[in-house]
């Protein structure tokens, strides 16, 4: 014979598989990644006590100023992200949360991907130097360029690299500072023909320029209304499109033109 259960009984009852769903659900991994803002590097002067750009067989000029190349630090590809990680970072600005397979390639090892990062990044900085030489008229055969940044990988840095070797060489043509003095950031793609792509994570690395003192901001054009929408307070924006149009805005902004593009 059953017993029949009073109603605090039955939704009690109820409840149970409810909580336990919901606690299962609740560390059960996800694919997602948390990014945050990580370090930036001034591609002029030193990261871990080596040189980050090095030109031998040509004069190289003492710059002043700086351009930082800005990354975002990401949980790792086999670190496990539970929906508490999500609710607890979604609502944060100086947090992302981002599908798994847009920060990391599907499918692949740690191992792998670490590789694929340092081989963006090799390909980034051969990029960089065609570029810069290609914009200066100068041959690869007379000028050596080493580019070393330790712990980084991707292809992001490629403009800042390229806009650090022209300084090296040029400045901004006229015997001054490509940065004016200031303390200049940005993000993007470079390829040799000096082309400048989009990137991601535009929001966290502008938190991070900012954080270490950059007060201009270079950002591929195709990310300007990401920029906008999450601009922090004292960081002007500079959309570029080209390594050109780059070089054109930091001499502008040198020289207190009025012709400097923005967003």
């Not at 940044?149 to 001054?176: E, R, W, Y």
Request: aromatic fraction near 4%; glycine fraction near 12%.
């Amino acid at each position: 014979m059953l017993s029949r259960l009073t109603r605090p009984q039955a939704v009690a009852v109820c409840a149970l598989p409810v909580v336990a769903l919901l606690a299962t659900a609740a560390f059960a991994p996800l694919p997602f990644s948390v990014a945050q803002p990580g370090m930036t590097a001034n591609v002029l002067g030193e990261n871990k006590g080596t040189p980050v750009i090095t030109v031998s067989g040509v004069p190289v000029r003492r710059t002043g100023g700086q351009l930082r190349m800005v990354t975002i630090v990401a949980t790792g590809p086999d670190t496990t992200v539970t929906l508490g990680d999500v609710v607890g970072n979604w609502f944060r600005t100086d947090r992302a949360v981002m599908p798994h397979d847009a920060v990391y390639p599907s499918g692949d090892t740690v191992k792998e991907i670490e590789k694929h990062n340092e081989a963006q990044m090799r390909q980034s900085q051969d990029a960089a130097t065609a570029a810069a030489l290609k914009y200066l008229g100068m041959s690869a055969d007379k000028v050596k360029v080493t580019l070393k940044l330790a712990d980084v990988g991707g292809p992001s840095a490629g403009l800042l690299f390229t806009l650090g070797i022209i300084d090296k060489l040029d400045g901004d043509g006229s015997g001054g500072d490509l940065t004016g003095g200031r303390t200049i950031a940005g993000t993007g793609t470079i390829d040799p023909a000096g082309k400048v792509g989009a990137v991601g994570g535009v929001a966290l690395k502008m938190q991070a320029a900012r954080r270490d003192g950059a007060s201009v901001f270079l950002v591929p054009e195709d990310e300007c209304a990401d920029a906008e929408a999450e601009l922090p307070r004292g960081l002007r924006l500079v959309p570029v499109t080209t390594l050109k149009s780059a070089v054109n805005s930091l001499v502008a902004l040198e020289k207190g033109k009025d012709s400097v593009p923005s967003c």
